[in-house]
């Protein structure tokens, strides 16, 4: 009978053991390096995403510790991100945020992918008091809990919508009818909202507004209904899988509207490649793009340098994904510089007071602590390359209508 | 009008689904094994038509042969290997087998292959075909029209071949086929390399019309899912049937009740079937 | 008796596991209790009756929203946690009455897709669970500290009224009947075992922790979505601790819960880009080496040979 008791017990004690030691062994922190936590879907359905925003990390990274290192006061540090992969499941992203900060020790910390992970992952960085930046969070819901600690680098999901629907009511073509077409998820579901909004107030006529589920492998039904409705403009959100397939079936289906939008695909490179003459004439808007022209403070300089700098290192255009997350370094290094400290306190209330210009645009944010000096610019791809249509001071050729096929 | 196009769209997807789940539904039929591999095996079909089209230049419509061979050698020897074990266990253990065999494919895909979704871009896209109003693309009738026959051919060999009637005999009665002489355990493995190829040949043609990822795997068991219980287990006719028919339902749903309740009225439907009629449309019959 | 008074020491000693004033490791012990929780309960449906459910994740979903929904017009933490527990065990007893004559694969199919189903009226019933957009929970003004502390407890509560449940079924009439359901339905039908009843109550038994710990769930983490709360690894995680442990036993569940969360913390650290895979190795490394669970190996090490199984033992 005893053994029973002492094997259980050994069993609970072993355990705890194993426990432990794989705990401890994370070690004792030495500072003379600046630890920022960064919670990726490194695997999973959002892994493209996450390992975008890897590379944007990884460059700042790398090309802070080549400048030798944060300034300080008198002291330089050197820049460590530590990353860990949350699957693409957001509880593990609050779970991946509170070990970088209990176990790991890190500094600061930059938000996982996406609204809704940035959302949940938010409370945990607010409990320990941990400056946050996102990198891609746009949907105002991300900033409403009253968190002091939690800043993003993409303006609210209107400022994407309003330019939009003035460029297209300021045209001489005769559009009057909208159909929206948004996948009912946090973030496309929110765009598609203020899509709705923004086209009320320029008086369009939404003819439709649908929403589909995630995982929906067929949009025959409500693309064979715009093609009798003939709506002159299509404004269609998803991830880029989603709007691969609608602009193939509507390709398919005979669906030719005047103006046709998507958000957040055509962005990516990948898009275009995956939809080749099809992505002809598909409109968009990003929070950044390479075309745009900004003089900045930071490491990187100018955005010209930046996308060179990019360019060198990874063989390609950064999109607007990529620029971000280097921006939330940049950002983050310019508020640690001017603090000329790593106290988290410090750091926060330098933000907050933050007015500077980086390769990425103007730096300001708001109450909530979301960036409200952005100017997102509106492109559009022509000639299987994506053009910058708006602002006025980097656009590069006019919006053109029609010949949608 | 907008009402036949609607049911042609749903044919066509239909076709598709059908192709997706014939495999799934023998080997649950045969060897009462729900093989969560299914999605993963389907994608991987895909994956073989993309790389043979862009590096050799195969139509995914030819590869067919290709990703039908490859599946059905990887389909087989997992069988004979490690489920062949457990086909007697509980329907516990071969759900979390497969489910764990499922978490390693997909990983090794999505090392392989990363996550990005892929798309097969023809030189020369097939376009539609435009009859009076009514827009059919081309692209998916081919699809359609090619499961149709993969499916048609499936049932031949099931009916007129030799180890076609000894599967039917397994699925039938797997102790009295054994008395009969049948190698049960071989039957088995072949059954299992089948389903396999069935997904993998359906993957060829899925490449032209989806975008392929190892995130895709999931939707595609799903629908495998519906179909079967739809249609009725381990019968041909019944996955065509339950195909087709949850293609039509699925398009009418998205008109009349909107396309965001798309996958949840393939469920309701699952739900209410499995309560009154589990054994589908066509029941448990399906050979004779 | 010394079972028990072990098992009163390991609860003891879990409990004290706030003292090492380590907030992450109180978070894993926190995950810890609600997988026990989760897993105690399958046990119930599952390891005693046989019925493979895959509702977990549905009964997780629907008391994490409840408990939201309810934390939402005002009502205490406490309450809004009891009141989901209620209505996870009400949804399944009628769920029960609905799926319960359904065998083997059938069965396993119509619970997973519950949760599809429930996960679809979630995303789409906007005005009262925020649709896609999820709905946010009333933030804790208390420290750190004890808001882990708090949940931890919590959670611990609720694992080790999960286990006194088992222990109690294990021991009564109910879990008798459900073992005579497992071994053959139609036989203790004919002996007058009322199947149908004890099916369903087991099944409702099998919610109500559940559904406590999605709402406490909720709580903890201040904001849910559906795809969350009702993900299918919900309702598989629990099967494989059972099956780890040891199916049918009263503590298996537990044992299992707790080894799977220290190999899975082990391999997340450990194996970046491949943890999904070794944990597929894992899995099937069970199936094929350790198919009676943990306890069922070290029974047949204890008993090999002569002694004959006592009644409340593991019924293979």
């Given at each position: 009978m005893t053994t029973r008791l002492f094997d259980h017990v050994r069993i609970v004690t072993a355990g705890v053991m194993l426990v432990g030691t794989c705990l401890t062994s994370a070690g004792a922190v030495a500072q003379e390096t600046i630890r920022v936590g960064a919670p990726l879907p490194l695997t999973g359905p959002l892994s493209p995403e996450g390992i975008k925003q890897k590379r944007g990390y990884d460059l700042w990274a790398k090309t802070v510790n080549e400048a030798g290192g944060i300034t300080v006061g008198e002291d330089t540090y050197e820049v460590e991100i530590i990353y860990v992969d949350y699957e693409s499941n957001t509880p593990r992203a609050v779970q991946s945020a509170e070990r970088l900060i209990t176990e790991d020790e890190v500094n600061f910390l930059f938000s996982p992918f996406g609204s809704g992970a940035a959302k949940a992952a938010s409370s945990v960085s607010e409990r320990y008091r941990i400056p946050t930046i996102a990198a891609t969070a746009s949907s105002e819901q991300v900033y409403d809990q009253g968190y002091k600690f939690l800043f993003g680098t993409f303006t609210p999901n209107s400022t994407l919508t309003d330019p939009l629907a003035e460029i297209v009511a300021g045209s001489s073509e005769d559009i009057q009818t909208v159909a929206i077409y948004a996948r009912n998820d946090l973030f496309p579901l929110a765009i598609a909202e203020e899509m709705r909004i923004s086209a009320n107030e320029k008086g369009y006529e939404i003819v439709a507004f649908d929403e589909y589920s995630i995982g929906t492998v067929d949009h025959a039904s409500t693309l064979t209904l715009m093609r009798r409705s003939q709506p002159d403009w299509i404004f269609a959100t998803g991830y880029i899988n989603d709007l691969i397939l609608i602009r193939q079936q509507m390709t398919d289906l005979g669906v030719e509207p005047k103006v046709l939008t998507m958000i957040a695909g055509p962005a990516y490179k990948e898009f275009i490649e995956a939809t080749g003459s099809a992505a002809e004439n598909v409109s968009s808007a990003a929070w950044w793009h390479p075309a745009v022209s900004y003089e900045g403070e930071g490491i990187f300089g100018a955005t010209s340098d930046y996308v060179a700098a990019f360019e060198a290192e990874y063989g390609s255009l950064p999109d607007y994904a990529e620029a971000s997350a280097s921006a939330a370094g940049v950002i983050l290094q310019l508020a640690i510089e001017e603090s000329g400290s790593i106290d988290p306190e410090a750091v926060r209330d330098t933000l907050t007071q933050m007015d500077a210009t980086t390769f990425y645009g103007p730096i300001r944010f708001g109450e909530t602590g979301q960036i409200t000096s952005l100017e997102p610019p509106v492109f559009q791809i022509q000639g299987g390359a994506p053009v910058v249509i708006y602002p006025e001071a980097v656009k590069q050729a006019d919006m053109l209508y029609g010949d949608i096929q | 009008m907008l009402y036949i196009q609607i049911l042609l769209n749903g044919l066509m997807l239909g076709g598709l689904y059908a192709c997706i789940a014939v495999g799934f539904s023998l080997v649950w039929g045969v060897l009462n094994v729900i093989n969560i591999m299914h999605g993963s095996f389907v994608v991987l079909g895909s994956y073989i038509a993309y790389f043979a089209y862009v590096h050799l230049g195969v139509h995914p419509f030819f590869s067919i042969v290709l990703s039908g061979g490859a599946l059905f050698v990887l389909g087989y020897a997992l069988q004979a290997g490690l489920i062949n074990r457990v086909v007697g266990a509980p329907v516990l253990t071969t759900l979390v087998l497969t489910f764990g065999l499922d978490l390693l494919l997909n990983n090794a895909m999505l090392l392989a292959f990363s996550a990005d979704y892929r798309t097969v871009r023809l030189e020369n896209p097939f376009g539609s075909l435009i009859v009076a109003d009514l827009v059919i693309p081309l692209n998916r009738l081919y699809g359609m029209l090619l499961a149709g026959a993969l499916t048609a051919l499936l049932y031949m060999v099931l009916v007129r071949s030799r180890m076609g009637r000894a599967i039917v005999a397994v699925r039938m009665d797997s102790e009295a086929a054994a008395l009969m002489g049948v190698n049960v355990k071989r039957i088995f493995a072949l059954t299992f390399g089948i389903g396999a190829l069935m997904a993998g040949a359906a993957g060829s043609l899925l490449s032209l019309i989806f975008p392929i990822s190892p995130i895709a795997s999931t939707d595609f068991l799903g629908i495998a899912f519906v179909v079967c219980v739809l249609g009725g287990l381990g019968s041909i006719a019944g996955a065509m049937v339950g195909g087709l028919a949850l293609g039509v339902i699925q398009s009418f749903g998205a008109l009349f009740i909107g396309p965001q309740h798309g996958l949840t009225i393939a469920f309701i439907l699952l739900i209410i079937l499995l309560i009154f009629k589990p054994t589908g449309i066509m029941g448990r019959r399906g050979y004779e | 008796?010394?079972?028990?008074?072990?098992?009163?020491?390991?609860?003891?000693?879990?409990?004290?596991?706030?003292?090492?004033?380590?907030?992450?490791?109180?978070?894993?012990?926190?995950?810890?209790?609600?997988?026990?929780?989760?897993?105690?309960?399958?046990?119930?449906?599952?390891?005693?009756?046989?019925?493979?459910?895959?509702?977990?994740?549905?009964?997780?979903?629907?008391?994490?929203?409840?408990?939201?929904?309810?934390?939402?017009?005002?009502?205490?933490?406490?309450?809004?946690?009891?009141?989901?527990?209620?209505?996870?065990?009400?949804?399944?007893?009628?769920?029960?009455?609905?799926?319960?004559?359904?065998?083997?694969?059938?069965?396993?199919?119509?619970?997973?897709?519950?949760?599809?189903?429930?996960?679809?009226?979630?995303?789409?019933?906007?005005?009262?669970?925020?649709?896609?957009?999820?709905?946010?929970?009333?933030?804790?003004?208390?420290?750190?500290?004890?808001?882990?502390?708090?949940?931890?407890?919590?959670?611990?509560?609720?694992?080790?009224?999960?286990?006194?449940?088992?222990?109690?079924?294990?021991?009564?009439?109910?879990?008798?009947?459900?073992?005579?359901?497992?071994?053959?339905?139609?036989?203790?039908?004919?002996?007058?075992?009322?199947?149908?009843?004890?099916?369903?109550?087991?099944?409702?038994?099998?919610?109500?922790?559940?559904?406590?710990?999605?709402?406490?769930?909720?709580?903890?983490?201040?904001?849910?979505?559906?795809?969350?709360?009702?993900?299918?690894?919900?309702?598989?995680?629990?099967?494989?601790?059972?099956?780890?442990?040891?199916?049918?036993?009263?503590?298996?569940?537990?044992?299992?819960?707790?080894?799977?969360?220290?190999?899975?913390?082990?391999?997340?650290?450990?194996?970046?880009?491949?943890?999904?895979?070794?944990?597929?190795?894992?899995?099937?490394?069970?199936?094929?080496?350790?198919?009676?669970g943990i306890l069922g190996l070290l029974r047949r090490r204890w008993t090999s040979g002569s002694r004959p199984q006592s009644s409340e033992e593991n019924v293979e």
């Open positions: - | - | 008796m010394t079972r028990v008074v072990s098992v009163l020491i390991g609860i003891a000693l879990v409990a004290c596991l706030p003292v090492l004033g380590d907030n992450y490791l109180l978070r894993l012990g926190t995950m810890f209790a609600m997988y026990a929780a989760l897993a105690l309960s399958w046990n119930i449906i599952g390891g005693f009756a046989g019925y493979p459910s895959f509702a977990t994740a549905a009964f997780f979903g629907l008391g994490a929203y409840t408990g939201a929904i309810l934390q939402g017009t005002g009502v205490s933490m406490f309450i809004a946690w009891a009141g989901a527990g209620l209505v996870a065990c009400g949804f399944a007893a009628l769920l029960g009455m609905a799926i319960l004559h359904l065998k083997g694969h059938y069965f396993a199919i119509a619970s997973l897709v519950v949760a599809e189903v429930l996960l679809e009226v979630a995303t789409s019933w906007t005005s009262v669970t925020g649709g896609g957009m999820g709905l946010n929970l009333p933030v804790l003004q208390i420290s750190v500290e004890a808001q882990a502390r708090l949940f931890f407890y919590a959670m611990l509560t609720i694992a080790v009224l999960a286990l006194g449940m088992n222990w109690l079924v294990a021991n009564g009439k109910l879990g008798f009947a459900l073992r005579c359901i497992r071994q053959n339905e139609d036989a203790s039908s004919m002996v007058g075992i009322d199947t149908t009843f004890y099916k369903v109550t087991g099944f409702a038994l099998s919610a109500v922790f559940v559904g406590s710990a999605g709402a406490i769930y909720a709580s903890w983490v201040f904001y849910i979505e559906p795809a969350d709360v009702f993900s299918v690894l919900t309702s598989v995680k629990p099967i494989v601790m059972v099956l780890l442990g040891g199916a049918g036993t009263v503590l298996g569940p537990v044992i299992g819960a707790f080894v799977f969360i220290v190999m899975e913390e082990l391999v997340w650290r450990n194996f970046l880009s491949f943890h999904a895979a070794v944990l597929g190795l894992l899995i099937v490394g069970l199936i094929f080496f350790v198919p009676n």
